[in-house]
């Protein structure tokens, strides 16, 4: 079975500095991985996603993301830091065919003025 | 556009009693999800339904029932509640036949606590 792992419960960083969340998975097969973003006392809001091609992937908000099949890894990046930024950050996997999309446990993302 | 609405925002139960949580979505997708999030466990799938009329079991199924008769709508009942089932609940769809790529839609919630 799919699992995925977000090693740090808490990244703070300070604004206009790049930021990284990490993200690190296990499957059997192709993933296909995602990261979503959660603000205080609202559902999860779909930031990107890596299906094949280009292992850089651009989503919202100036969001991107490296696939790294050596490394299983699906690490989150922004160049430059807003406090708008802070949030709970998410990364989830999913195989071909399977409904069964599993989360990491989630890092919170502070951002300082 | 609404997207998904979720009822109740909130809920305190006492265990044993019965609770429907609503979710209804109007973006015509075919499929949708129960997810509950647990702190420290991030979001762990209950059931799905990849199109009206079928469901499925997720991860954690167990005191849990779904049904799917149209497109729109997903509730999500517990027969007879108890206090681990204290959780926020999130409701999802997504496009297509539950296609593996396609990103999902949540919902706001439904914090719900079991006493």
């Known amino acids: 079975a799919q699992s995925v792992a977000q090693p740090e419960d808490q990244v703070n960083v300070a604004e206009g500095n790049p930021l990284t969340v990490k993200c690190t998975y296990s499957?059997?097969?192709?993933?296909?991985l995602f990261w979503y973003v959660q603000y205080p006392n609202r559902g999860l809001q779909f930031l990107l996603k890596?299906?094949?091609?280009?292992?850089l992937v651009k989503g919202s908000y100036g969001f991107e993301a490296e696939f790294n099949k050596s490394q299983t890894s699906f690490h989150l990046k922004k160049p430059s830091a807003l406090v708008s930024d802070s949030a709970l950050y998410f990364c989830a996997v999913r195989l071909y065919n399977n409904n069964d999309m599993r989360f990491g446990a989630g890092t919170r993302l502070t951002v300082k003025p | 556009i609404a997207g998904i609405t979720q009822a109740p925002t909130s809920q305190i139960l006492a265990a044993g009693r019965r609770m429907t949580l609503r979710c209804t979505q109007d973006?015509?997708?075919?499929?949708m999800y129960w997810y509950r999030q647990d702190l420290g466990l991030g979001l762990r799938l209950i059931h799905y339904s990849n199109t009206a009329g079928t469901t499925g079991k997720g991860e954690v199924p167990d005191g849990y029932s779904v049904s799917r008769a149209n497109t729109d709508d997903f509730p999500l009942t517990l027969a007879s509640a108890v206090p681990s089932q204290t959780s926020v609940y999130f409701c999802?769809?997504?496009?297509?036949?539950?296609?593996?790529?396609?990103?999902?839609?949540f919902g706001p919630g439904t914090r719900l606590t079991v006493l």
């Open positions: 973006m015509r997708h075919n499929a």
């Open positions: 499957v059997s097969g192709n993933p296909y």
């Open positions: 890596y299906i094949t091609g280009d292992n």
């Open positions: 999802a769809s997504s496009e297509r036949r539950a296609s593996s790529y396609n990103e999902q839609f």
